[in-house]
T-cell receptor
Framework: AQSVSQHNHHVILSEAASLELGCNYS??????LFWYVQYPGQHLQLLLK??????LVKGIKGFEAEFIKSKFSFNLRKPSVQWSDTAEYFC????????????FGQGTTLQVKP | DAGITQSPRHKVTETGTPVTLRCHQT?????MYWYRQDPGHGLRLIHY???????DKGEVSDGYSVSRSKTEDFLLTLESATSSQTSVYFC??????????FGEGSRLTVL
């Protein structure tokens, strides 16, 4: 069965620090990869997605992620975080054509101190 | 934002009572999903639908049933609520097997 692992459960950074959140998945075939963000009290919103092509994907609000197939990883990065990036971040994966079911990681809570 | 409405948004109920959560979409998307969100577990799929009257189980389906009689509505029913079903429930929709759009969530407390 597919699974997604996010290694950092709670990250605390100061503003302007760089961010990298780890995500690894277990599935040997072709996958679609996603990062979602949930701001306090809100629903999940898509940050970025990877289906195919350039493994470096740029998303909204200055976020990017790199797909490394050999490492089964899809890490999220941002060069300089802001207080408004405080949120919970979820990595997710699905198998193309598999009814769109997303398998989510456990989530990483990011707290950015002003 | 995608046109997804969940109701009720908040509910407190007692153990053993039936509960129905409703998800209504105005996007005419084919796929609809119910997830629950719990601390330390992320989001876990309860049930999903790939068309009217076509539903299937997710990874945590025990104690839940669903129905989809119309494209726009996807109901999640807890036949006899238990305290372990206290959670935040999210409905999501998708047109293609890819990006999901989420509703605002329904917070359920079972006493």
């Amino acid at each position: 069965a597919q699974s997604v692992s996010q290694h950092n459960h709670h990250v605390i950074l100061s503003e302007a620090a760089s961010l990298e959140l780890g995500c690894n998945y277990s599935y040997g075939g072709t996958v679609n990869l996603f990062w979602y963000v949930q701001y306090p009290g809100q629903h999940l919103q898509l940050l970025l997605k990877y289906f195919s092509g350039d493994p470096l994907v740029k998303g909204i609000k200055g976020f990017e992620a790199e797909f490394i197939k050999s490492k089964f990883s899809f890490n999220l990065r941002k060069p300089s975080v802001q207080w408004s990036d405080t949120a919970e971040y979820f990595c997710a994966v699905n198998v193309p054509g598999n009814t769109g079911k997303l398998i989510f990681g456990q989530g990483t809570t990011l707290q950015v101190k002003p | 934002d995608a046109g997804i409405t969940q109701s009720p948004r908040h509910k407190v109920t007692e153990t053993g009572t039936p509960v129905t959560l409703r998800c209504h979409q105005t996007e005419n998307h084919r796929y609809m999903y119910w997830y629950r969100q719990d601390p330390g577990h992320g989001l876990r799929l309860i049930h999903y639908s790939y068309g009217v009257k076509d539903t299937d189980k997710g990874e945590v389906s025990d104690g839940y049933s669903v129905s989809r009689s119309k494209t726009e509505d996807f109901l999640l029913t807890l036949e006899s609520a238990t305290s372990s079903q206290t959670s935040v429930y999210f409905c999501a929709i998708s047109e293609t097997a890819g990006e999901l759009f989420f509703g605002e969530g329904s917070r359920l407390t079972v006493l």
